[in-house]
């Protein structure tokens, strides 16, 4: 067959597809994505189990929900005319704002026409007779499309916890993650916040402010560190805004993609006056700079890290009237910063509010829950309201609940027992044709910055078939164990994974993830971004093509 009858024979085929994409998620992810592949000529549905865009920013409308990150860091940096128009009310948007942002993206770039809502993937089966993903929703349809691009989020299978009982509660519950769109109302009533990871401490700054009694069920308690959220005025806006191209290479630079950049000293090559004094400047400094922007050795070097601890043990102590109470909030089974840094508001001073109090699940655990309230070891306590902060089956949990196979009918979820490998974060050896924008092992942080260039690495990676009439791509075997043994080795010496979190794998609540895995690359993003472009470069070597 010479060339251009293979080139009619692949758009004969391709034809006799629904699509040529389908992209699972309309999340930040998921819409650019659409937009980049809609770009280059393809045919693309995107899939949305909500009713509307946002993703994580869709689902999680709890009270205080807000970004961690810096609100002009977060948002799209491909388009100029996007940039103009947009101006963020606050240094840290909470979620109402951001969920208008995501909004505006939707109808600006006119993405609504591709994405299909309420559509929740139950499988993805890959068909290597023709070279096609076959896409079934739960209702039943079935969509055929070449390529396979997931992007579900890390954070967006929430988990409850396995507590007898919880269905016999009367009164009304949720969990953080799935907060309905009507609201709760708890305005005086008698709440109850279980989980006190980054939602959890959100929600009850939030609540506490109205709810008749709050009580917080806390099991272990993390280290949190003042936001100093505050609202951006007009003018200063316009700074942002010319600064946009500044600001966007900084983040390219930085670790994380945060505005925050690593202090190069280390914790013992200045003095103790000085060590203070710099920590007591990023205490009072905004957003993750104390996390992102501290010693250098922080999160390897046990001694820096203890006495950071400490001085953030300080603050707890200096913020929280009883005394006890202070030291039920302050963490004794891991280091600062080793779990994922909460970031709050006025929360320590919550618990000197004469309408919240704390029980420590690890002196008194939850039995289970009654019609009316919570049994615990000690008592009984009744509420008009539960709310479950308790996290999520992070990074691989949402593509477990889906049924994924790939060639020779495997599943992920079997491929990846014992912890994830994947190729740059973005492939699967056996997958062929799908791509995960935020994977497994990619680079993570500001999650936006990472996002945008996973989504033009793929994009970049379909036209390079496209331009080739190339049908199907795959990783090499030998490709995805490389880049896992880079990410071991990348993950060795940290001591955040050494500790029980959804960082390394762990969630108590879920069948199998009891044990700690290397799920997260902990390599810098530009070291990500150079591997990754070097792949691009040389042709994509490897990667098995047909
Ligand atoms: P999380 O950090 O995993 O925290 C879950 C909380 O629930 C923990 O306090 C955990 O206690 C508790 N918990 C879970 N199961 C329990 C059980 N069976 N019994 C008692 N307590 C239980 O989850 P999250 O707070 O939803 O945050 C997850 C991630 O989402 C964050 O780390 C962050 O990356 C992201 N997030 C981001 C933002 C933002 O950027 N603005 C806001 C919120 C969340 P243990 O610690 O003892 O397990």
């Known amino acids: 067959m010479t060339a251009v009858q293979k080139a009619d024979v692949q758009t004969e085929q391709n034809a ?33 189990a909500g009713t509307g865009v946002g993703g994580t920013w869709y689902w999680n409308r709890y ?13 799209y940096s491909f388009s100029q005319e996007l940039l103009d128009e947009w101006d963020w009310d606050e240094c840290f948007s909470g979620q109402p704002e951001i969920e208008r942002y995501c909004n505006l993206v939707a109808d600006k770039f006119d993405l609504r026409q591709d994405i299909q809502f309420s559509a929740r993937v139950a499988s993805a089966h890959f068909k290597e007779d023709g070279a096609f993903w076959a ?16 992007a579900i989020g890390l954070l967006s299978a929430p988990t409850m916890p396995r507590f007898e009982g919880i269905n016999d509660f009367k009164g009304q519950w949720c969990h953080t993650g799935l907060w309905p769109k009507t609201g709760i109302d708890y305005a005086g009533m008698r709440v109850a916040v279980i989980g006190t990871g980054a939602s959890g ?11 008749g009694h709050l009580t917080v069920f806390q099991r272990r308690p993390n280290w949190c560190t003042p936001l100093h959220n505050r609202p951006i005025p007009k003018e200063e806006m316009e700074e942002i805004r010319a600064g946009y191209p500044e600001l966007f290479e900084l983040c390219r630079q930085t670790a994380a993609c945060f505005v925050h950049t690593i202090d190069p000293r280390g914790t013992f090559e200045v003095t103790e006056e000085e060590r203070l004094a710099f920590w007591e400047q990023r205490y009072a400094g905004q957003g993750f700079g104390i996390w992102q922007g501290n010693f250098r050795d922080m999160l390897v070097d046990r001694e820096a890290n ?3 601890s400490e001085f953030v043990a300080d603050k707890i102590r200096q913020r929280v009237n009883d005394p006890k109470t202070a030291e039920l909030l302050i963490p004794d089974d891991h280091g600062f910063g080793t779990r994922r840094v909460p970031q709050e508001t006025h929360y320590y001073e919550v618990y000197n509010r004469p309408n919240v109090n704390l029980v420590s699940m690890l002196a008194e655990p939850i039995e289970r829950i009654t019609e009316t309230g919570i049994r615990t070891s000690a008592q009984d306590y009744e509420f008009d309201v539960i709310i479950y902060a308790t996290g999520f089956d992070a990074v691989t949990g949402t593509f477990d609940r889906m049924d994924i196979r790939g060639k020779d009918d495997q599943r992920l979820k079997d491929k990846w027992t014992g912890g994830p490998k994947t190729f740059v974060g973005v492939m699967v050896d056996g997958f062929p044709n799908m791509f995960m924008i935020m994977g497994p092992h990619a680079a993570l942080g500001n999650n936006p910055r990472s996002i945008e260039y996973n ?8 036209g390079h078939m496209t331009d080739r009439d190339l049908t199907c791509t795959e990783a090499r075997p030998e490709s995805v164990a490389q880049w896992n043994d880079f990410v071991q080795e990348k993950a060795e010496g940290l001591l955040s994974n050494e500790i029980d979190s959804w960082m390394t794998g762990i969630n108590m609540n879920v069948e199998g993830k009891q044990t700690r895995t290397i799920v997260r690359y902990s390599g810098t993003a530009p070291e990500y971004r150079a591997k990754c472009d070097e792949v691009a470069a040389g042709d994509y070597h490897e990667l098995r093509f047909t």
């Open 306 to 308: 203890r006495l950071m």
């Open 201 to 211: 401490v959100q929600a009850i700054q939030e609540i506490s402010k109205t709810a």
């Open 16 to 48: 006799a597809l629904d699509f040529d994409a389908i992209v699972i998620g309309a999340g930040m992810s998921g819409m650019y994505q659409l937009y980049r592949l809609r770009e280059q000529g393809l045919r693309v549905r995107v899939l949305e």
């Open 63 to 75: 009270p205080g929900a807000r970004f961690d990150s810096e609100s002009y860091s977060y948002g």
């Open 135 to 150: 896409i079934t929703l739960d209702d039943g349809t079935v969509y055929r499309a070449r390529f396979l691009v997931t």
């Open 455 to 462: 989504v033009e690495w793929i994009r970049d990676l379909i």
